[in-house]
DNA sequence: CTTGAACCTACAGTCGCTGTAGCTCCCATA
DNA sequence: TATGGGAGCTACAGCGACTGTAGGTTCAAG
């Protein structure tokens, strides 16, 4: 009884298994345990991780909110929240909208770029260096029709502090 | 005559004049040099770096195109570029336009997200962490408005190869 | 028993910087 | 001419979130 139960009410998956279910690759897995992220697993005989399925659930957890694009802190704090099931969700929400923020910053620094950029390429008249309105533009601001540029952000959600 | 001559033609700036004539920190200024972009300067008596105006230019060609978001590769090429004035402007275009692709790529999924993150903001009661819309729909892909997610880009500019 | 896929650890590399430690240099003022 | 302090120097570690590699071990099928 206790062995059917326990077969049939804990699967264990391989490191592999877990990689295709949540479309996460291996690497990245021991990287999320690495940093503290998924707990240390069970190990084989022969040192090899295996997982059940509360392990699953977390790394699908993982997956989808970094779909969504946030930031595996955001992710931790997240998670450290879903296993006070019964408390307010202010803070969650706080986070999504934290992330939401950022997202409509980007947009909009990016959107600004679109212009300048579509404009380069419009007023370009297509000849030499010399005279390529988008190499000018970049050899001098005052040809430039942004008076200030914001720094477009090379890393992802984290908010300047 | 030699003597006057150099001194009116020829400014010669210290590192930290440079970093605020461009907008540039000192050490992104030795990062570009270390990585090729800006080449050696000469040196006082005593190693430190001393630029003349051309150095000043290219460093604020460089500046400008990170303010609009090209990746240092892209911009080592429109510099070897303006070494030749004389040629034709189609490949400078040709990365330009590569890049405005980039760009509304980027706006594209930051829309969708957008959308995505506004609505479990919108559809959430505030009750407790176990009925929060977003933790749930972080919880359960069925849950989500999105039939695929689109990888948020973490890394800037470099499309996928 | 053999093969080969899957797994293991450890570490380097990506991008574009930024920060730090522990020096040396330069120039203005006393 | 001495001195103080700001500016410069090299070398290296760290960021975020992985990805890739080398060189080995384990496991399950045939
Ligand atoms: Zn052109
Ligand atoms: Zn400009
Ligand atoms: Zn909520
Ligand atoms: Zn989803």
Not at 43 to 60: S, W
Not at 107 to 132: F, K, N, P, Y
Not at 144 to 157: D, G, L, M, Q, R
């Amino acid at each position: 009884m206790t062995e059917a139960a326990t077969n049939t009410t804990t699967p264990r998956y391989p490191i592999g298994d877990l990689a295709r279910q949540t479309g996460t690759k291996v690497q990245t897995i021991r990287y999320y345990e690495s940093i503290g992220l998924l707990p240390q697993p069970a190990r084989t005989a022969g040192n090899q991780r295996v997982y059940g399925q509360d392990q699953l659930d977390r790394l699908g957890f993982i997956k989808h909110a970094r779909d969504f694009g946030f930031p595996l802190d955001a992710i931790r704090e997240l998670l450290d929240m879903t296993d006070r099931p019964a408390a307010s969700c202010v803070e969650a929400d706080e986070i999504v909208r934290r992330h939401l923020g950022e997202v409509r910053r980007r947009i909009g620094r990016l959107q600004a770029l679109e212009g300048e950029l579509g404009r380069m390429l419009e007023s370009c008249s297509h000849g030499t260096v010399a005279d390529c309105r988008a190499i000018n533009v970049l050899s001098d601001h005052e040809k430039c029709c942004a008076t200030s540029h914001e720094p477009v952000e090379t890393i992802p959600y984290r908010a300047p502090d």
